[in-house]
């Protein structure tokens, strides 16, 4: 039990508990409900119990490793980059919930006899909350697992950076893998069911079409981005540590 005790350990095991408890609350299985199965999230008592346990172990870890932090300056450029880097990544994906993640664009055209044609465009957009607000709750229940490597970058990279500057780098690396997964996995389905495809629909009647056009928006190429930047990271410390064991 003696690995419990290193603030790095502690750190590391909260940022994994917060991604393993909001993965399993996104999940729905189909409950008998009178005479049909309706999806429910049944495993959502068990994630909101690792929620609390992963703040339990980031308090716990924070305070053990505190006596280290008088000591200020980090002693490697690597590492104060590294630091930088997961902030910069965590508050841009935190921001990219905000921001479009879907842009569409409705054109009905119509050809009648008597009106003629016409065209009409509308334009909407999707943020990450509405996203989660939306009917398609598979989509939106996934966006917080963007605020879950949001959190690991703005918060437990900088935590563990300062707590065990001598010994971060393989615990580093995992925690930019598991921002970068996190993040990552939000977008590959929103992009598998959102993004990039054309609906055409024929009226009874009438000689016309529908069309819907979905691209992606400014919140999901950022949110992209960052998944990709903190995964090269994790590439980067990754190899680091190879060569200093070599």
């Given at each position: 039990?003696?690995?419990?005790?290193?603030?790095?350990?502690?750190?590391?095991?909260?940022?994994?508990?917060?991604?393993?408890?909001?993965?399993?609350?996104?999940?729905?299985?189909?409950?008998?409900?009178?005479?049909?199965?309706?999806?429910?999230?049944?495993?959502?008592?068990?994630?909101?119990?690792?929620?609390?346990?992963?703040?339990?172990?980031?308090?716990y870890?924070?305070?053990?490793?505190?006596?280290?932090?008088?000591?200020?300056?980090?002693?490697?450029?690597?590492?104060?980059?590294?630091?930088?880097?997961?902030?910069?990544?965590?508050?841009?994906?935190?921001?990219?919930?905000?921001?479009?993640?879907?842009?569409?664009?409705?054109?009905?055209?119509?050809?009648e006899?008597?009106?003629?044609?016409?065209?009409?465009?509308?334009?909407?957009?999707?943020?990450?909350?509405?996203?989660?607000?939306?009917?398609?709750?598979?989509?939106?229940?996934?966006?917080?697992?963007?605020?879950?490597?949001?959190?690991?970058?703005?918060?437990?990279?900088?935590?563990?950076?300062?707590?065990?500057?001598?010994?971060?780098?393989?615990?580093?690396?995992?925690?930019?893998?598991?921002?970068?997964?996190?993040?990552?996995?939000?977008?590959?389905?929103?992009?598998t069911?959102?993004?990039?495809?054309?609906?055409?629909?024929?009226?009874?009647?009438?000689?016309?079409?529908?069309?819907?056009?979905?691209?992606?928006?400014?919140?999901?190429?950022?949110?992209?981005?960052?998944?990709?930047?903190?995964?090269?990271?994790?590439?980067?410390?990754?190899?680091?540590?190879?060569?200093?064991?070599?």
């Amino acid at each position: 039990m003696r690995i419990f005790k290193n603030s790095g350990v502690l750190v590391c095991s909260s940022a994994f508990l917060l991604a393993l408890g909001t993965y399993l609350s996104t999940i729905e299985v189909p409950v008998w409900v009178g005479n049909e199965h309706e999806p429910m999230r049944a495993y959502l008592p068990f994630g909101f119990f690792l929620w609390i346990l992963a703040l339990l172990f980031l308090v716990y870890g924070t305070v053990s490793g505190a006596r280290k932090l008088p000591a200020a300056q980090l002693r490697t450029v690597f590492l104060r980059v590294s630091l930088i880097v997961g902030l910069t990544l965590g508050v841009l994906a935190l921001t990219s919930t905000f921001l479009p993640w879907v842009i569409a664009e409705r054109t009905e055209p119509f050809i009648e006899t008597r009106a003629g044609t016409f065209n009409v465009g509308r334009y909407y957009a999707l943020t990450g909350f509405d996203l989660m607000t939306g009917i398609n709750h598979m989509e939106g229940d996934v966006i917080s697992l963007v605020f879950v490597g949001a959190i690991i970058g703005i918060l437990h990279i900088p935590l563990l950076t300062l707590l065990e500057r001598e010994r971060t780098d393989a615990m580093g690396a995992f925690l930019f893998f598991l921002g970068g997964i996190s993040i990552i996995g939000p977008v590959a389905l929103v992009y598998t069911h959102r993004i990039w495809w054309i609906n055409l629909k024929h009226w009874i009647g009438v000689l016309g079409f529908s069309v819907m056009f979905e691209s992606p928006g400014m919140g999901f190429l950022i949110a992209t981005s960052c998944a990709i930047g903190l995964i090269a990271s994790g590439i980067i410390t990754t190899i680091k540590l190879a060569r200093q064991r070599a």
